[in-house]
């Protein structure tokens, strides 16, 4: 798949700017299309249903309910996959050109849970390294699994949780979701470990316009994540750039 080989701090070279994916690819620059997703928007399959997030396409695999959670200008922060008992949260982040960032991102990953108490322990997965633990939360003990790819300009960090957590052999389609997302990386320069931008899609949008304006009074405290005392390790900026 897409390299995943540790780089530490660099600075923004002249040959960072934005490639089209053609002139990318005349010059060698992108990986080898991989046996599965997340896909890169320059390299995916053709003709599959996909739901619209902006950065982030879902496919759409039956038996999975999507929630997303927006803030009041209509981006959404959170976006929830849930199967039956297990859950998968996804987010996308800008990453540098020539280099991956998970390596470093699940050590501090791993850090972070170390402080509370927890003891991830890291495994060879489809994806790659893992990175798995039972963490504590509000509601008693839970096993999270992380996951991170390094794709072109982007990271994408995945988050099970539940049954497909404990046995990852129990994340049945939520797998196969993961395996068929597509990320859209615009040309805009941003700073490393930035959050890509994600929007509703038209459909929920408009029904969520319709219920406001049906609703002007009502208070909608609508959070869909499942409890996660991990779900607070969001990649934080480091002053790098990607471009």
């Known amino acids: 798949m897409f390299s995943r080989k540790r780089g530490g701090p660099r600075h923004v070279r002249p040959d ?12 060698g ?14 390299q995916a399959p053709e003709g599959v ?18 929630r997303v959670q927006a803030n009041p200008d209509g981006g959404v922060e959170q976006i929830v996959l849930v199967h039956e008992n297990s859950a998968l949260q996804l987010g996308v982040f800008a ?29 060879d997965g489809p994806w790659g390294v893992e990175l798995t633990a039972r963490v504590n939360t509000p509601d008693g003990p839970a096993d999270v699994r992380f ?10 960090r995945a988050l099970f949780q539940g049954e497909a957590a404990a046995d990852p052999r129990r994340e049945g389609v939520l797998g196969e979701c993961l395996r ?6 615009d040309d805009e320069a941003r700073p490393v470990r930035e959050a890509l931008p994600l929007r509703l899609p038209r459909e929920m949008s408009e ?21 996660d005392a991990a ?3 969001q990649p934080p900026t480091n002053g790098r750039h990607a471009r």
Do not use: C, Y
């Not at 249903?49 to 999507?66: K, M, T």
């Not at 540098?96 to 972070?112: F, N, Q, V």
């Not at 029904?207 to 409890?227: F, M, R």
């Open 16 to 27: 960072d700017a934005p490639q089209t994916a053609a002139l990318a690819q005349s010059m």
């Open 29 to 42: 620059d992108l990986p080898p299309a991989p046996d599965f997703g997340p896909w890169d928007s320059s």
């Open 49 to 66: 249903q996909r739901l619209d997030l902006g950065s982030l396409l879902i496919p759409a695999v039956e038996g999975i309910e999507v």
């Open 95 to 123: 990453a540098p050109r020539s280099e991956g960032i998970w390596d470093e991102i699940r050590e501090e990953i791993a850090g972070a849970m170390k402080s509370d108490g927890a003891a991830p322990r890291e495994f």
């Open 147 to 156: 996951v991170g790819v390094d794709g072109p300009r982007w990271m994408l």
């Open 180 to 185: 068929g997302v597509v990320v859209v990386r």
């Open 207 to 227: 029904a969520a316009e319709q219920h406001a304006h049906d609703h002007p009074h009502e208070h909608v405290h609508d959070d869909p994540t499942p409890p």
């Open 231 to 233: 779900s607070n390790q």
